[in-house]
């Protein structure tokens, strides 16, 4: 490393770089891209190997010396050779200078302010080289963003910095941190990753040369085979397998023969056994033994499903312009007038399928209850509320298929309706999961409430508007829609459309400091096409039905009514999805304050486990959000974390539904100025 400072350490010499200007030997290596099959980390051992082993491991023996516990006294008696070891040197120093100071054998508080000016002086220089050779290692090699040795970066920087302040007097020494052990598993991670990226693309090479056999019901060639049979949206609760026997779960799993059928029988078979374990576990002591019950019903029941179809269409996609829409009904009064009106002002309805999840109180087992009203209000003005008994919910799509205009849809498939008892229902993102299982290779995918308003041709705009994303077709148009009440008149679409560009870290209590999505500024409206905006709204999102096979839905996120925004957000964006804004609003929602009374789930939940109001749900979702949060990254959230509370379980198949490998983690923070350390999120120039 040419002229070098050493001071001689307990266990070794410890070597400083004598200048800045000191450079590493060239790698004797063929540069690689950052998608090279053999990933980053290979590239970095290789670098480590050679010559910039010597200048990094020079800064982990440093970190893995300055122990807090000596240096706080400012000592370092046993860190960096001794006391009188650096001593010695500084004034061996200064004498050949000629300007050695006699105070500094003499006065041990000078000795040791020259010692740590000295430290704070190295401590700076190293901080120069490397930064230089880090920036070479990145020029030379194309090193994705968030690689090992990104990482191992950030670490040494916040150790130096940290042992900068504490020489200076402005805080406590860092912790010992092995970075040399955690450079070295954070290799073996992504080497696994990577590993995990090939079985993945194989998985979908081999997908793309096993397609289903669909075939096995084609009976009359005017529908596509998976279609048939058909299975119908009337009456409620009725069992696939009782119409079509075990065979249609069989074929569906084991026979590469599936069917819309055999998802819903798949599906109604995990929601029974739900039931059963939800009666069985009424008076569970802890949220803990509920999740890991719910979990290995999710294994047991619904994890064959996503196997068999992991990274791959389980119906191949129809380029006919046919959309789906995903519908998660809970309780809700408008799902027969939102089916009404979506079909009435489509330009083709015969193109339009939904998939409802309709989470009803339908009176089975249960009385059912209102949520809670305000009654009026008492001599302080404050209001009183009630919940009480109520008749069973009105099921939308009964009125939708009674509906001699609408009936024809009904009869035709195009309605798939799945049916949920309010007791088992334990919030949006499970009933997101269900809908979503309920696609039968339409081209488009949209996820919607089931309280809307439609203006007119609202589906060819949308497909329209999808098309004009610069990154089309891996391009998901996303907005919050404007509200609107029961009275208004019939909706007519054309105002701007809003940008989801902000968030904020939730100070509530219930919702555990989770990241909340928000508008930023409107369209102007003479845009040429869709603009690109940083977050998925989930009450509205617009996509090609590949979002499905990029970015499947979690069944492992029960009792969550908070986090689903920036998860897909995330998700979306690391899968190399981008999100844009549609310049006009063509549908319109009913936002829903509490003082409408309407029925909430967890407030379902906490009759379901015999403990009244809210609170049992929030301790349920304290644990479950915990997925979410690991993913997004919280400093609090962790692997080790998670252990420690004995929350692990909420990683089960956490690689299956976590970010993709297409954009980084790092740089999805980056995009959206999320800062996880202050819990801030920044203004974001682009959007």
Request: proline share 6%; charged share 30%.
């Amino acid at each position: 490393m040419g002229q070098e400072n050493g001071i001689k350490g307990n266990s070794g010499d410890f070597v400083f770089p004598a200048s800045s200007s000191s450079k590493p030997n060239k790698p004797r290596r063929k540069r690689k891209s950052a998608d090279s099959d053999d990933g980053g980390a290979k590239i970095i051992v290789a670098l480590l190997a050679g010559a910039g082993a010597a200048f990094l491991l020079a800064l982990i023996l440093l970190m893995s010396r300055l122990e807090a516990e000596e240096a706080s006294n400012g000592l370092l008696n046993s860190n960096v050779g001794g006391a009188k070891g650096v001593d010695d040197q500084i004034y061996l120093e200064e004498v050949a200078q000629g300007r050695a100071s006699p105070a500094l054998q003499l006065n041990p508080k000078e000795r040791q302010r020259k010692r740590q000016n000295r430290l704070v002086e190295q401590i700076n220089k190293m901080e120069g080289v490397y930064d230089r050779r880090v920036k070479k290692f990145d020029r030379l090699f194309n090193l994705p963003k968030g690689n090992p040795l990104d990482r191992l970066v950030h670490g040494a920087d916040r150790q130096l910095d940290g042992m900068k302040d504490a020489l200076e007097g402005k805080g406590e020494m860092p912790e010992r941190v092995d970075l040399e052990e955690q450079f070295k598993e954070d290799i073996e991670r992504d080497n696994e990753k990577e590993k995990k990226r090939k079985e993945k693309r194989a998985r979908k090479e081999r997908g793309k040369h096993k397609s289903p056999d669909l075939h096995a019901h084609d009976e009359d060639g005017e529908k596509p085979p998976h279609l048939h049979p058909l299975f119908p949206p009337m009456p409620p609760h009725t069992m696939a397998v009782d119409l079509f026997g075990e065979d249609i779960i069989t074929n569906t799993l084991s026979h590469n023969k599936p069917t819309v059928a055999g998802v819903i029988a798949i599906l109604q078979r995990f929601l029974r056994k739900l039931h059963q374990m939800l009666v069985e576990n009424k008076h569970a002591k802890t949220p803990n033994e509920v999740i890991e019950k719910y979990f290995d019903l999710v294994i047991k029941y619904l994890e064959p499903l996503e196997e068999a179809y992991r990274d791959r269409e389980i119906f191949p996609i129809r380029e006919d312009g046919s959309i789906f829409m995903s519908l998660g009904a809970y309780r809700d009064h408008l799902l027969g007038e939102t089916l009404r009106q979506a079909f009435k002002t489509a330009a083709y309805p015969d193109k339009l399928f939904v998939g409802a999840v309709v989470q009803n109180c339908f009176g089975i087992d249960v009385t059912c209850r209102t949520g809670v009203e305000v009654k009026g209000k008492n001599k302080n003005g404050q209001p009183i509320t009630e919940v009480s008994d109520r008749p069973p919910d009105v099921n939308g799509i009964e009125q939708f298929c009674a509906d001699p205009d609408y009936a024809k849809y009904c009869e035709s498939g195009q309605i798939r309706a799945l049916y949920v008892n309010e007791t088992e229902s334990n919030g949006p993102t499970t009933a997101r999961y269900f809908a979503s299982k309920l696609w039968g290779g339409e081209t488009y995918f949209l996820q919607a409430d089931a309280h809307l308003r439609f203006a007119k041709e609202w589906d060819r705009l949308y497909a329209e508007e999808v098309k004009l994303a610069n990154s089309y077709p891996k391009a998901v148009l996303s907005a919050y829609p404007p509200g609107f009440s029961e009275e208004d008149p019939p909706y007519q679409g054309g105002s701007k459309g809003t940008r989801l560009c902000t968030c904020v870290f939730s100070d509530s209590d219930v919702e555990h400091r989770i990241l909340r999505i928000n508008t930023g500024n409107m369209c102007r409206g003479e845009e040429s096409a869709p603009s690109q905006i940083a977050y998925i709204a989930a009450g509205f999102f617009f996509a090609r039905a590949e979002f499905l096979v990029d970015v499947p839905f979690d069944p492992y996120m029960p009792w969550c009514f908070m986090g689903e925004e920036i998860a897909l957000s995330l998700r979306a964006w690391t899968h190399g999805w981008d999100i844009y804004a549609p310049r006009k609003n063509l549908i319109a929602h009913q936002y829903r304050p509490g003082r409408m009374g309407l029925p909430k789930f967890w407030e379902n939940t906490g009759r379901v486990f015999g403990r009244p109001g809210p609170g049992f749900n929030t301790r349920l979702q304290s644990i479950t959000i915990q997925r979410i949060k690991y993913m997004v990254g919280y400093k609090d959230s962790s692997k080790e974390d998670l252990e420690k509370e004995n929350h692990q379980i909420v990683l089960t198949e956490f690689d299956h539904y976590g970010p993709g490998d297409i954009r980084t983690m790092p740089a999805f923070l980056e995009h959206t100025k999320i800062d996880l350390k202050t819990e801030r999120c920044g203004h974001i120039d682009w959007c």
